[in-house]
């Protein structure tokens, strides 16, 4: 594949890869592809544009992704329900087990291709919905396999406000750690602030997402 190449809602994708045959029998393969400013949508949830450089190499056992993605524009507008007592109650009345819906059985290319990609931001990253406007700033590997991908690395917050019982209160400092190596683990370190009256009050989130 010497040149493929397009255009799509203003970004830009392009690839070029290869194939060794063993008769009519894939061997290996070759790929590279990158993108510039790629719109990718979330429906209901994230709009982003991507920057990236990937490779994905392949022989008859395994297959390895690797490269570097970039969020040159993106925001996060899906609303949260925040009402701990609801959702409490909620697992309370639910049945919390259910029947497991029939799936076609996966590839087992999933569990063989291994994963090796920086995630990064070169623009601008918000979170804007009923509970926040938050800038925000990913600094990320990922690893594992397709099958189970392994997030390591930190989240920065570096800005923003959080509504919380009808009061903004100001981002003073925010992290989510990423750092156990075996799986992703997110833990959650926002620091917040606001003023009534003469009184300052400080709302803290601290531990793991979970």
């Not at 590279?32 to 994905?56: F, G, Y």
């Not at 925001?75 to 609801?86: E, P």
């Not at 925000?136 to 990922?142: F, T, W, Y």
């Not at 925010?174 to 606001?194: C, K, M, W």
């Amino acid at each position: 594949l010497t040149s493929l190449s397009g255009r799509l809602d203003g970004g830009s994708f392009a690839a070029t890869g290869s194939m060794a045959l063993d008769g009519l029998r894939p061997r290996s393969l070759t790929l590279k592809a990158q993108t510039k400013a790629l719109p990718v949508e979330i429906p209901e949830t994230m709009d982003r544009k991507l920057d990236s450089r990937l490779s994905l190499t392949a022989d008859e056992q395994r297959a390895r992704l690797e490269g570097l993605v970039a969020i040159t524009d993106g925001t996060y507008y899906k609303d949260i329900k925040a009402d701990l007592l609801s959702n409490m109650l909620d697992s309370l009345v639910k049945p919390t087990s259910a029947r497991p819906r029939p799936t076609a059985p996966a590839s087992p290319w999933l569990k063989r291709t291994t994963l090796d990609i920086d995630l990064v931001r070169h623009g601008s990253l918000r979170v804007e919905n009923n509970l926040a406007e938050l800038e925000i700033n990913p600094d990320l590997k990922i690893g594992g396999t397709l099958a189970s991908p392994i997030v390591n690395g930190r989240v920065s917050v570096t800005g923003g406000t959080v509504t919380y019982q009808g009061r903004e209160f100001t981002v003073k400092q925010g992290y989510i750690d990423f750092l156990n190596p075996a799986r992703t683990e997110a833990r959650v370190d926002i620091q917040s602030q606001t003023k009534v009256g003469e009184y300052t009050i400080n709302l803290a989130l601290e531990g793991p997402l979970d």
